[in-house]
């Protein structure tokens, strides 16, 4: 099987390119994957059929028209798309309703997953404290224990506050790029040490579960 993942940063893409194979398997043998980063979420459009601007990258804005190509390109072909975003603060049971409505609108509509990381992707990454620890051995353990897994707490400032010098307060005053770098590198740093099966994040294991159950043979 195929899968093609659209995600909405460039720091989610390297986090999957380890994660992904640790689900399936190395590539090709026999599955295959590939991986697209957008340059932010957006919004999905209020009228599906407008075409959105290709060259802005942005995710829920292009999915639509992502998932009408798909759709037909994938025809009869063992292949699923699988979406992944962050919630952030939106309602998950109303987010999740709007983008089953627009994969309803496809003619033909594509096998999806639609994942969502509650509420950010670095609750993935704090899903397995054993892995952070393995990356950043001099970790504020203290900032650890406070963390209720997949709550909405302003997500990736507390891992900032657990693993960078200074906290999320330090990353805050530079602004981006050095917040996006930071957040690239511990999607390079902190997955290759993480375990698919003892990740505490309900969010990661929905994600993993529902690739897993989609692979030909798999229960």
């Known amino acids: 099987m195929h899968l ?3 995600v909405e940063d460039q720091s989610g893409k390297i986090a999957l390119e380890t994660i992904i194979p640790k689900i399936v398997g190395p590539q090709g043998t026999p ?5 697209t980063a957008y340059k932010g ?3 999905l459009p209020k009228d599906l059929g407008k075409q959105k ?3 802005k990258r942005i995710l829920l804005d292009r999915l639509p028209a992502l998932l009408r190509g798909y759709g037909k390109a994938f025809r009869g072909y063992p292949a699923l798309v699988i979406v992944v975003c962050d919630l952030d603060r939106r309602d998950e049971s109303a ?7 627009v994969w309803q609108d496809c003619d033909p509509h594509p096998p999806t997953l639609f994942c969502l990381a509650i509420e950010e992707g670095e609750a993935w990454l704090l899903g397995d404290r054993e892995a952070v620890l393995a990356a950043y051995p001099e970790a504020r353990t203290g900032v650890l224990d406070a963390y209720q897994q997949d709550s909405v707490c302003g997500t990736w400032e507390l891992l900032a506050d657990a693993i960078h010098p200074g906290g999320a307060a330090a990353l805050k ?3 981006f790029p050095p917040t996006g770098e930071a957040k690239c590198a511990w999607a ?3 997955p290759p040490h993480m375990d698919m099966d003892r990740n505490r994040s309900p969010s990661f294991c929905r994600f993993r579960d529902g690739i897993r159950h989609s692979l030909p043979g798999d229960p």
């Open 4 to 6: 093609e993942i659209l």
């Open 31 to 35: 599955h295959t994957w590939k991986i």
């Open 41 to 43: 979420i957006g919004g």
């Open 53 to 55: 601007d290709p060259r």
């Open 95 to 101: 987010f999740r309703a709007e983008l089953e409505a």
């Open 173 to 175: 005053r530079l602004g």
């Open 188 to 190: 390079r740093t902190i």
